[in-house]
């Protein structure tokens, strides 16, 4: 997912962007029935994911951590604990997954006529509503 903006300050609170409609999946068509079909990105346009961890607790530049994040979306949300590595520098700090978070559309009530519309239009194929999610996210000083 491209065009994500976010801040993070010097407590530990974050806050993090999601423009739905900048998934991607490397085809386009396959892009744009994500977002009409399951994502329904014209109602849920954007997901702003937001939590705080203890950024002063890191006495090094590099350390593991379980970062818990509130991610609304279709009207629910879900508090999801990211483990990731959090690495400081003179001018960001970057946030990496070490393994990832399994999501699934029910964690936010995504009808599952959704994915049965969305798979009516590969021929019927068995499509998965789960995922396996690792974030890498940059923030600059």
Same mark, same amino acid.
Request: glycine share 6%; proline share 6%.
């Given at each position: 997912?491209?065009?994500?903006?976010?801040?993070?300050?010097?407590?530990?609170?974050?806050?993090?962007?999601?423009?739905?409609?900048?998934?991607?999946?490397?085809?386009?068509?396959?892009?744009?029935?994500?977002?009409?079909?399951?994502?329904?990105?014209?109602?849920?346009?954007?997901?702003?994911?937001? !939590?705080?961890?203890?950024?002063?607790? *890191?006495?090094?530049? $590099?350390? &593991?951590?379980?970062?818990?994040?509130? /991610?609304?979306? #279709? !009207?629910?949300?879900?508090?999801?604990? *990211?483990?990731?590595? $959090?690495? &400081?520098?003179?001018?960001?700090?970057? /946030?990496?997954? #070490?393994?990832?978070?399994?999501?699934?559309?029910?964690?936010?009530? $995504?009808?599952?006529?959704?994915?049965?519309?969305?798979?009516?239009?590969?021929?019927?194929?068995?499509?998965?509503?789960?995922?396996?999610?690792?974030?890498?996210?940059?923030?600059?000083?």
């Amino acid at each position: 997912i491209n065009g994500l903006t976010g801040s993070l300050d010097e407590r530990g609170r974050f806050e993090v962007k999601v423009p739905v409609v900048n998934v991607e999946t490397g085809i386009s068509i396959r892009n744009d029935r994500l977002n009409s079909l399951f994502f329904n990105s014209a109602i849920n346009p954007t997901i702003a994911i937001s !939590g705080q961890f203890e950024l002063a607790t *890191f006495k090094q530049d $590099i350390g &593991k951590a379980m970062v818990p994040a509130a /991610v609304p979306f #279709y !009207g629910k949300t879900k508090t999801f604990n *990211f483990p990731v590595i $959090i690495t &400081k520098t003179t001018n960001a700090i970057t /946030v990496n997954s #070490y393994a990832p978070v399994i999501v699934r559309a029910s964690d936010f009530n $995504i009808p599952t006529e959704n994915l049965t519309k969305l798979s009516a239009t590969v021929g019927g194929l068995a499509l998965s509503d789960i995922i396996p999610l690792n974030i890498n996210l940059v923030f600059k000083k």
